[in-house]
């Protein structure tokens, strides 16, 4: 039975959050392509000299991409403005077909650093157009840069972009059917549209599972941690899709799922009685920003008090 000096002391305990154990994923940092784009880019600035151009940010990171603008990496919507021996490099992503014919036709120094499992659908775009398909049916998210790459490389076949099985049966189909998926899909969603197609007797289809094996396995730690643990924070550009669909897909299972860019959106109330915290992020995120929220709050490591209100 507790004491009255017990109990007066549990009364003027400063209302804290208990010191979590913090728990991390084994697929965390930059992906393989992100980590080759953002290497190809700084060897051009190293053999060309600064400053280069990307259309488009090299990756979905404002924080990255910020500190790659002061090494002279600078990201342009358009190049039109650019003198033709001006180096300009392609990022992860890809881009449309008809996009990098007209870079090279301009004289422009191209730098490929398109993903190589992108590089890879869009080859398999291509031969299903060339094969004969009726339709080709993308599952991703209709206006990601990957996914408008992809897109352009099954004309003059008939292409649709969907992101579920109601979106699916919206569309009317025929004869041959060729299915890929943006890399950074998620597999339980494409499994879902893929069972669908199956199910239906007046389509021959061909299918490739273009999902990116890291995403995979990232995809399926998060989610594992997401059982085990009390609270999760999905550390991530907010503006990167697929750190928005890890988010998704661990809040399915666990309700404090909070989706962080940065060190300083970390609130007290995140935490607040969590035993334990996981720790994912997505294929754009640094180490170095996954490492500074691990050693950020108060009960863990004592310091920087004024980031948790």
């Known amino acids: ?69 002061r090494e002279g990496i600078r990201d342009v919507k358009s190049f039109a403005h650019l003198k033709p021996d001006a180096v300009l490099v392609i990022r992860s992503h890809g881009v449309p077909r008809t996009v ?35 339709t080709i049916l993308i599952v991703g998210e209709p206006h990601h840069p990957e996914v408008e790459g992809l897109v352009s490389y099954g004309t003059p076949v008939r292409v649709h972009v969907v992101r579920s099985v109601e979106e699916l049966k919206a569309l009317k189909l025929a004869g041959r059917v060729g299915v890929v998926a943006q890399t950074t899909q998620s597999p339980a ?23 990116c094996r890291e995403t995979n396995r990232r995809q399926r730690d998060a989610l594992r941690l997401a059982r085990q643990c009390d609270a999760i924070l999905v550390i991530g550009g907010k503006n990167s899709a697929n750190t928005a669909r890890l988010h998704q897909r661990c809040l399915a299972i666990n309700p404090r799922s909070f989706h962080i860019e940065q060190a300083d959106e970390l609130t007290r109330e995140m935490l607040r009685g969590a035993a334990t915290v996981g720790l994912v992020s997505g294929a754009s995120t640094p180490v170095s920003i996954i490492a500074e929220i691990a050693a950020l709050p108060p009960p863990l490591r004592g310091g920087r008090s004024r980031q948790w209100q």
């Open 100 to 134: 990098e014919q007209r870079m090279r036709a301009r004289g422009l120094k191209v730098i490929d650093a398109t993903c190589p499992f992108v590089k890879k659908a869009q080859k398999l775009v291509a031969s299903l157009s060339r094969e004969g398909c009726d």
């Open 189 to 211: 969603c494409f499994r879902k549209i893929i069972a669908s197609l199956k199910r239906r007797q007046d389509i021959q289809l061909t299918v490739h599972d273009t999902i």
């Open 1 to 69: 039975m507790p004491t009255a000096m017990n109990t007066q002391q549990r009364n003027t305990v400063p209302d804290q959050v208990a010191t979590p154990c913090l728990k991390c994923s084994k697929y965390i940092g930059f992906c393989f392509g992100v980590q080759r784009a953002i290497e190809m880019a700084r060897e051009a600035v190293a053999g060309h000299g600064a400053p280069i151009r990307t259309l488009g940010p090299l990756i979905h990171n404002p924080q990255v991409v910020a500190q790659l603008r």
